[in-house]
């Protein structure tokens, strides 16, 4: 049996979470403040995939 893949550097935000993995990204609303939009999925490579996305759209602005 392996071993779960564990976070890499700077991933903080991406870790293991009941039966997959979930992750967050800070985002600015429209009104200036700021919120954790969440993301789940079974896959970690999906999941990580959707993740680094979800931290363009978040740094493209609200």
């Not at 550097?9 to 991406?14: D, H, K, T, V």
């Not at 979930?22 to 403040?33: K, S």
């Not at 700021?34 to 759209?57: A, F, M, N, V």
């Amino acid at each position: 049996m392996s071993t779960p893949r564990v976070r890499a550097n700077g991933e903080g935000s991406l870790f293991a979470y009941r039966n997959g993995y979930a992750a967050y990204v800070w985002v600015t609303t429209p009104g200036g403040g700021r919120e954790r939009k969440w993301i789940y999925g079974q896959d970690r490579d999906e999941l990580h995939s959707r993740w680094i996305d979800l931290q363009k759209q978040a740094k493209s602005g609200p």
